[in-house]
């Protein structure tokens, strides 16, 4: 059974750091693209970074110039490397990816920006 775990979440400072990561595991197959997803309070699922398997990337606005999406050498794990952070960045961050195992999520890990 595939699974994906999100660790790195927590309280953080306004101008602070946190660096994400969510690894796969459950067997061995393609994945196309990974990305990172969050939720504000009261707000809709949005997709914050993207990566494809050829190296491409994708940034929502708000997080251009801050935060960094990368996969690691091993090919199951994907981080979101965040910097600046405001406190409008406080919300739960999901890790999904799409693949030959389908289209999965993990369970989610909370950042919280606050002073």
Known sequence: QVQLVESGGGLVQPEGSL??????????????????????PG???????STTRDGSTEYADSVKGRFTISRGSDGYTVYLQMNSLKPEDT???YCNIVGVAGNLWG??????VSS
């Open 91 to 93: 919300a739960v961050y």
């Open 19 to 40: 660096r994400l990561s969510c690894a796969v595991s459950g067997g061995i197959f393609s994945i196309y693209r990974m990305s990172w997803h969050r939720r504000g």
């Open 43 to 49: 707000q809709q699922r949005e997709l914050v970074a």
């Open 107 to 112: 369970q989610g890990t909370q950042v919280t």
